[in-house]
């Protein structure tokens, strides 16, 4: 029960009985954290010596010591026992909770340790968050394309909203995205393959901001997408746009069974600083609308004054704005 011979005489006899039947393993450590003597539960849950945290918790007491002026204040520390801290062994799970003696000097004489299991508690938590965790992929996350949804770009849209506004950053971009004549698809090869065609893209899409810190892709309905662009300039943004054209209309080539032509139109738009990310959103929705209306597979930007089609000449950097026959 005790370490060596499992007592010291120091401690009286009636401690050690009440150690014995607290129903929690206990154990009385020394001002230096070394173990006096433990009840046989704790002895059997504990391999180590958990010398070191309590000795942590024990330097915080003897710092709290150093402020009292009376025997009062002693008592009154003593009362108070330390918050309990979680504590984790051969996958048991434990609250940890330390109750110090002080002399009348105000030295630490010991503290006495308790333990209550939590692991079911603990085992519990773990099956909530993993629930929640399914919950949240089923409220957040398209289930055709297994990235986020409408819900979600509204979700952290706001989120960005906030940040942005901390940071006074002023460069980031919306984009909007549709796959063209998508009902044709549906149409002449069935709702499966456009279904097919839906994911693919959305994996494309994604590949094409896989290296933009914090970029984001959402799923906004049928065949229509979305990009948040932090941090990015909007000749970037519309740069990124145009090789989404290209890939979508190259990936025709990976239907080799199916005579078809995919192609996307985008609309992009930057965040003014002065309007709701949603005004931006409906801006990016304008550019996508004359996209659509105009040659299709291109990209078309609002600048918040004009339309305007994005071409080798815009921003000063090249672009290829394949038009659709």
Not at 5 to 27: C, F, G, N, R, Y
Not at 159 to 169: C, D, G, N, R, T
Request: aromatic share 10%.
């Amino acid at each position: 029960m005790l370490k060596k011979d499992l007592i010291k005489s120091d401690i009286p006899t009636e401690q050690l009985a009440v150690l014995e039947e607290l129903p929690m393993p206990a154990a009385l450590f020394s001002a230096t954290a070394e173990l006096i003597c433990a009840n046989q539960i704790f002895k059997h849950r504990f391999q180590s010596d958990l010398q070191e945290i309590v000795l942590n918790h024990v330097s915080v007491m003897q710092q709290k010591t150093k402020a009292t002026s009376s025997e009062f204040d002693l008592r009154c520390l003593e009362n108070d026992s330390i918050e309990p801290f979680m504590y984790s062994e051969n996958e048991r799970h434990y609250w940890f909770t330390l109750k110090p003696k002080f002399q009348q000097s105000g030295d630490l004489e010991h503290v006495l340790l308790c333990c209550a299991d939590i692991t079911n508690l603990k085992q519990f938590e773990l099956s909530l968050l993993k629930h929640n965790q399914q919950l949240e992929q089923q409220v957040y996350f398209d289930y055709l394309t297994g990235i986020k949804n409408r819900r979600g770009f509204d979700f952290d849209l706001s989120q960005w909203q906030k940040s942005f506004a901390v940071e006074q950053a002023d460069e980031i971009c919306v984009m909007m995205l549709d796959l063209d004549n998508f009902k044709q698809i549906n149409d002449i090869y069935g709702h499966a393959f456009g279904d097919e065609v839906l994911r693919k893209s959305a994996q494309l899409l994604t590949m094409q901001i896989s290296n933009q810190t914090d970029a984001q892709i959402y799923r906004m309905g049928g065949e229509e997408f979305a990009m948040i662009l932090p941090r990015t300039a909007i000749s970037t943004a519309c740069l990124i746009a145009q090789q989404c054209c290209e890939q979508i209309y190259a990936s025709s080539m990976n239907y080799e069974d199916k005579t078809l032509e995919l192609s996307i139109s985008c609309g992009v738009a930057l965040w003014d600083g002065a309007e709701s990310f949603f005004e931006t959103l409906a801006r990016a929705d304008q550019a996508l609308y004359q996209a659509k209306k105009g040659s299709k597979n291109c990209t078309c930007f609002n600048d918040g004054q004009n339309v305007a089609l994005f071409e080798e000449t815009t921003f000063k950097k090249p672009s290829d704005c394949r038009k659709n026959t």
